[in-house]
């Protein structure tokens, strides 16, 4: 079975603070994404990485930044966290031949 | 105007009854259509995965699809108390491209009442 794991489950941090998020996914997938999903906004792509070190912009960068050293590894990193920025994080990752997404558990973010 | 249209609900039935969920979608590109279910507090799971239309079926789920109408549907039999979630459509033009990102709906939360 695909495993994906995040860092944490519950994060809480003060505005200005930057924060990290960690994703891991043992199953050697190419392709790795981040979302944030709000009430009545659905999932919304945040950044995704198709290689290591290679990243794209999705539909909502702003305020985020991606790092991705490792194949398994794919960090979402807020430069200054601010309070819009309260969510539930969820990474996922696919193999680079078919479109089906693997999630992780989520890291639910609340920024003060 | 969205390009995946789905009822956030709330929608509750009885246990037992016959549970239908629906998607619409204008892009006429889309072409694989997936359904994830997510418990509460946690990360979407994959359930299903089609890529033609008609019909498939997986245990007391199947999924139905209708290109012409560009209109999707869950439909779950024997509904049980744990199958009370939000239930996610996601939808794509292409299986196998690089690069290729998923359009999910909003979700439809589901409540099977015992």
């Known amino acids: 079975d695909v495993k994906v794991t995040q860092s944490s489950r519950y994060l809480v941090k003060r505005t200005g603070e930057k924060v990290f998020l960690e994703c891991v996914q043992d199953m050697d997938h190419e392709n790795m994404f981040w979302y944030r999903q709000d009430p009545g906004l659905g999932l919304r792509l945040i950044y995704f990485?198709?290689?290591?070190?290679?990243?794209e912009k999705g539909d909502i960068p702003e305020g985020y930044s991606v790092s991705r050293e490792k194949k398994e590894r794919f960090s979402l990193i807020l430069e200054s966290a601010s309070t819009n920025q309260t969510s539930m994080y969820l990474c996922?990752?696919?193999?680079?031949?078919?479109?089906?997404?693997?999630f992780g558990p989520g890291t639910r973010l609340t920024v003060l | 105007q969205k390009e995946v249209e789905q009822d956030p609900g709330p929608l509750s039935v009885p246990e037992g009854a016959i549970v239908s969920l629906n998607c619409t979608y204008s892009?006429?590109?889309?072409?694989?259509f997936m359904w994830y279910r997510q418990y509460s507090r946690k990360g979407p799971e994959l359930l299903m995965y089609t890529y033609s239309s008609g019909n498939k079926e997986d245990g007391r789920f199947t999924a139905q699809v209708d290109k012409s109408s560009k209109y999707i549907s869950l439909f779950i039999r024997d509904s049980q108390p744990s199958d009370s979630a939000t239930y996610l459509c996601?939808?794509?033009?292409?299986?196998?491209?690089?690069?290729?990102?998923?359009?999910f709906g909003t979700g439809t939360r589901l409540t099977i009442i015992p």
């Open positions: 990485s198709y290689d290591v070190k290679m990243k």
């Open positions: 996601a939808m794509s033009a292409y299986r196998d491209f690089g690069n290729e990102k998923l359009t």
């Open positions: 996922a990752s696919r193999t680079g031949l078919y479109n089906e997404q693997f």
């Open positions: 892009n006429s590109a889309f072409q694989y």
